[in-house]
């Protein structure tokens, strides 16, 4: 009697860095909630792995992409859970396995890979944002074929300080120099949220009216210029099309 291999279905993995804040979790949901909504792909293909928790990482052989979500952490508080997720980067980058980073994840794996993270030296960012695509050549799969300028929100005041050697930049604004990047075909970081809505972005201002007022902004005005992000969100779609094809 022949007795069948039962294989099991590969993911799109959301590894899951913290909470947000916890008044906007009942109306609103949480961090990987977002980027599941965005990815455009059935649940049932999607695995949440919380490495806050301590949840082990998933073998490369039982992804098919892995999306690494933003935290209230700092990546320079070198948390053990942190420590351990960078150290596994390097691997799904060597394997080509779809990577995408956003804020907390794009800054993680820009110093996986030998970058520098740190501080803003201009403190925070946050609001709607014009980003500026760098246009690195037709060969990007996530990104071609954006306008030359596109609007994204962005909340963060940790940064990458310095790019690894080999990263190409994709995006950037004013205040920001590497808002994307890529690294070999298929890994990139994003440090504005592509998975943020507007009722988000408007929670995350009110709830960091302080620090916005300590970096001199006014969060009167930044409310006032928040705006729909269809590009910036179009790309959770295509990376998880990517990531899909990725495990066929």
Not at 102 to 107: F, T
Not at 164 to 179: C, D, G, R, S
Request: glycine fraction near 8%.
């Amino acid at each position: 009697m022949k007795i069948k291999k039962i294989m099991k279905t590969k993911k799109i993995v959301i590894i899951k860095t913290g909470e947000t804040f916890p008044s906007i979790i009942p109306g609103l949901g949480d961090f990987e909630d977002w980027i599941a909504r965005g990815l455009g792909q059935a649940s049932c293909d999607i695995q949440v792995v919380n490495v806050e928790q301590h949840q082990p990482l998933p073998h490369l052989d039982a992804v098919k992409g892995v999306v690494i979500a933003g935290s209230h952490a700092m990546v320079t508080q070198n948390l053990d859970w942190s420590l351990e997720l960078e150290a596994w980067i390097p691997n799904l980058i060597r394997a080509n396995v779809p990577l995408l980073g956003i804020c907390y994840g794009h800054q993680l794996i820009a110093r996986a890979m030998g970058g520098v993270v740190d501080y803003h030296p201009m403190g925070i960012e946050i609001g709607t944002m014009d980003i500026d695509y760098c246009n690195p050549g037709e060969g990007d799969l996530l990104f071609q074929n954006l306008p030359r300028q596109f609007k994204a929100h962005a909340f963060h005041s940790q940064t990458v300080i310095k790019l690894p050697e080999p990263a190409v930049i994709i995006a950037k604004n004013k205040f920001e120099p590497h808002h994307a990047f890529r690294i070999g075909r298929c890994a990139w970081g994003v440090q504005f949220h592509p998975e943020a809505d507007i009722p988000i972005l408007k929670a995350y201002i009110g709830n960091l009216t302080q620090a916005i007022v300590d970096s001199g902004l006014d969060p009167s005005i930044i409310l006032d210029r928040v705006e729909e992000t269809p590009i910036a969100f179009k790309l959770l779609n295509r990376f998880g099309a990517l990531a899909s094809a990725h495990g066929e």
